[in-house]
């Protein structure tokens, strides 16, 4: 069965500094994986995916992630923080190959200090 | 703008009173989804829709059933609601073309006395 952990269930970074948020995934196959936002009472909003093409994936809001297979981690980052970037990030992970489903991570919870 | 909406955005309800989540879209999409996200916790698959094609989670409540009537519309009607369904309900659609990135709905939070 495909999991995510994602590490640091609030994570406080002060405006202008670099945010990293931990994501490490467990797949028997090639997986699909993506990070979420979502913003107090709200969907979620995709950030970015990656589906096996390169390893480094930008997405919306200067976020990025970079998939290393021989960590098995997702980690997103952000070089320079910004107090509208305070939210809630999912990361998931999808097996393709077998159904549509996408499966979330707990969530962690990023606090922006002035 | 193509999008997600859900109706509405806060529902209350009484212990065992039933109750109808709405979610509509305009991204004719065929695949709609329906996620409990209770506080602090990810987002969990109730059911889903490959068009009328209707696909239930194998630990979703009997309590928890749905109805789409057409591609833009699906509902979500809980029977009797517990206190345990209090939670955040997001409706989410994805095309047959690119069923893994769907698109949420701004959710319908759910209160139960």
């Known amino acids: 069965a495909q999991s995510v952990t994602q590490l640091g269930s609030h994570v406080s970074v002060s405006e202008g500094a670099l945010v990293l948020l931990r994501c490490n995934y467990s797949?028997?196959?090639?997986?699909?994986l993506f990070w979420y936002v979502q913003y107090p009472n709200q969907g979620l909003q995709l950030l970015l995916k990656?589906?096996?093409?390169?390893?480094l994936v930008k997405g919306i809001n200067g976020f990025e992630a970079e998939f290393k297979k021989s960590e098995t981690s997702f980690h997103l980052t952000k070089p320079s923080a910004h107090m509208s970037d305070a939210a809630e990030y999912f990361c998931?992970?999808?097996?393709?190959?077998?159904?549509?489903?996408?499966?979330f991570g707990k969530g962690t919870r990023l606090h922006i200090l002035p | 703008d193509a999008m997600v909406i859900q109706n509405p955005r806060y529902q209350v309800t009484q212990f065992g009173k039933p109750v109808t989540l709405s979610c509509s879209q305009t991204?004719?999409?065929?695949?709609m989804y329906w996620y409990q996200q209770k506080s602090s916790q990810a987002p969990k698959l109730l059911f889903h829709?490959?068009?009328?094609?209707?696909?239930n989670e194998a630990d979703t409540p009997d309590n928890f059933q749905s109805r789409r009537p057409n591609t833009s519309f699906c509902f979500l009607d809980i029977r009797s609601p517990g206190l345990g369904d209090a939670a955040m309900y997001l409706c989410?659609?994805?095309?047959?073309?690119?069923?893994?990135?769907?698109?949420f709905g701004p959710g319908t939070r759910l209160t139960v006395l």
């Open positions: 989410a659609t994805s095309s047959l073309g690119d069923r893994l990135e769907q698109f």
């Open positions: 797949s028997s196959v090639p997986p699909y």
């Open positions: 990656y589906t096996s093409a390169a390893t």
């Open positions: 998931a992970v999808s097996d393709p190959w077998r159904d549509d489903k996408i499966i």
């Open positions: 991204l004719n999409h065929n695949v």
């Open positions: 829709y490959y068009d009328k094609d209707f696909n």
